[in-house]
């Protein structure tokens, strides 16, 4: 019997060769390939820059100092993501305040994290940085936090880690594409082998601004200057003639070793050509749970927004396991032992014991009922349409 996970990697020969390419070429890492993969995200995501770097944690890691987050201030983030949204501004030595989800959506509510802003500029220390999840692959409420960033003044992390090729439309019938709506100062994508697209491992973030960019690029390697125009030395950069002294560079700010290699870049590069079939495909895959599960009692599934196109990296069930009368790790194991993968997405991050004590349970309640009834379905491109047969008869065995 085969075992199916919950998610999978999608390699071609196409990508193998693209990735022995790299290999046999001049330049490892540090080469051309980088700038390839980082303009065909920009072609593909609709943003002016992109900055690949080593995975999608460093990349909010960029992200959380290319916006300034210093000691003391404070960032929201939601509950219910991966750890590393709320680790990048503990990385720069801020406070993380958790903001409840809209439990329709699963995405950060922008009530809850209004009451936050509002409380944090009363109290005279605003909100540095919002970073908000789409979670699962829906965008969160783009619209909603635009206008609050207007009115509160912070720098919007959105982490699309799971909504690469996702759009939505606004009350003018523009429809956005993840990574081109310019309010959202910083977009953050991950590469790692569950998400749409891998490079093994791989990080990138877009953004309509040069000066985040520029920041991003110069903290991605060392802090390290490298271009003419950039130097603040000039009389150790420059020779008399006022040519470029040829063994100079600059260190100007503290940075780190966050580079992709170029095996990666063009990994990613050939991954993305198959993008948008993979989204096709992946909402076929929900539709068909939705429909097929539709009438089985305790299962229910997250609402789309209106106008949301769903990049559905995860498919989340919601069973209400207490009336089912079936624990979720009798489910799990239920599954497993029919051979299909599940996993829960997500154990919510102010439960994590590094985090236990900063927040009152009942500030996020919605956060702690969605986890308890969260169950991530398998969901891949090469999955059969047996293969989601078989998940479903698994999952109503398992419930019955
Ligand atoms: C995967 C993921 C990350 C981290 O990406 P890595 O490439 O694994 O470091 C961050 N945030 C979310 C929401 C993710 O799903």
Known sequence: MKFIPYGRQNITAEDI???????????????????????????????????????????????????????????????????????????????????????ATITMSPL?????????????????????????????????????????????????????????????????????????????FSFHPVKHITCGEGGMITTHSEAFAKNLRLHRSHGIMRTADGFSNREEAFAPDGSVNPWYYE????????????????????QLQRLAAGIVQRQTIAAAYRSRLASQPFISFPAVADGVSH?????????????????????????????????????????????????ASDEINASLAYYRQALSLPCFPQMSDEDIDRVCDAMRKALA
Request: with cysteine; aromatic share 8%.
């Open 17 to 103: 060769a693209a990735v022995v390419e790299a290999l046999k070429s001049d330049f490892l890492t540090q080469g051309p390939a980088i700038e390839v993969f980082e303009q065909a995200v920009c072609a593909e995501t609709g943003a002016q820059y992109a900055v690949a770097c080593s995975n999608g944690t460093a990349a909010l890691h960029l992200a959380a100092i290319a916006a300034q987050i210093e000691p003391g201030d404070r960032v929201v983030v939601p509950p219910i993501t991966f750890v590393a949204s709320a680790n990048c501004a503990r990385y720069r030595g801020a406070e993380v305040l958790f903001a409840d989800i809209d439990p």
């Open 311 to 359: 990049a559905y990296h995860l498919v989340v069930a919601q069973i209400d396991f207490m009336a089912s009368g079936r624990s979720r790790a009798e489910v799990m194991n239920s599954l497993k032992a029919d051979g299909i993968g599940t996993q829960v997405h997500y154990i919510p991050v102010p439960m994590m014991p590094y985090y236990a004590c900063s927040v």
């Open 251 to 270: 260190m100007q700010s503290l940075g780190f070793n966050y580079r992709l290699t170029d095996i990666q870049a063009a990994l990613g590069t050939s």
């Open 112 to 188: 809850a994290c209004r009451k936050i802003l509002e409380r944090c500029a009363a109290e005279g220390r605003p909100v540095k940085a919002v970073v908000t999840v789409d979670m699962a692959g829906h965008p969160c409420d783009m619209q909603a936090f635009a206008l609050l960033k207007k009115e509160f003044n912070f720098v919007w992390i959105q982490d699309a880690c799971h909504s690469i090729g996702s759009s939505w439309e606004d009350n003018l019938g523009i429809r956005w594409k993840t990574g081109e709506f310019p309010e959202a100062d910083m977009t953050v």
